[in-house]
């Protein structure tokens, strides 16, 4: 006598006990991971040749800082005259009493537009 074949029936996962897990993976990564910090500026420092002691008197300095940059120079006759250059570069006008006032200014933050209504 011949066997009568029992056609299988394809088996049937339930997938709502999966989902239910992966979501709650997706939403502990989500909730417990820290955001990326943001990576310092790097500079490109070039080397030096001879090792030489920093002056004490007449130099400048640049200062970065998140995103700004302040820029000061040692010497209220040399900040005078650095002023009186700036000037004439970008054919702005300072009177007498600002340019005094400039000499008398550590460091200076603000863009060369705006340089003039910073004694104001």
């Known amino acids: 006598m011949a066997r009568v074949k029992v056609p299988r029936k394809s088996t049937a996962i339930d997938m709502t006990a999966m989902c239910d897990v992966a979501f709650l ?4 990564f ?3 991971a820290k955001p990326k910090v943001q990576d310092p500026v790097h500079a490109d420092i070039p ?3 001879t090792i ?8 400048s300095s640049l200062l970065v800082a998140e995103g700004k940059v302040f820029f ?3 010497g209220a006759e040399i900040r005078m005259e650095t002023l009186k250059g700036m ?11 600002e340019i005094k006032a400039f000499a008398n200014v550590d460091a200076v933050g603000v863009s060369i537009q705006y ?3 910073y004694w104001q």
């Open 115 to 117: 340089l003039k209504q």
């Open 47 to 49: 080397a030096s040749t």
């Open 87 to 97: 000037a004439d570069q970008y054919k702005i006008a300072f009177t007498p009493e």
């Open 72 to 74: 000061s120079v040692e």
């Open 52 to 59: 030489r002691a920093l002056p004490e008197t007449d130099f």
């Open 25 to 28: 993976l997706l939403t502990f």
């Open 30 to 32: 989500i909730l417990s």
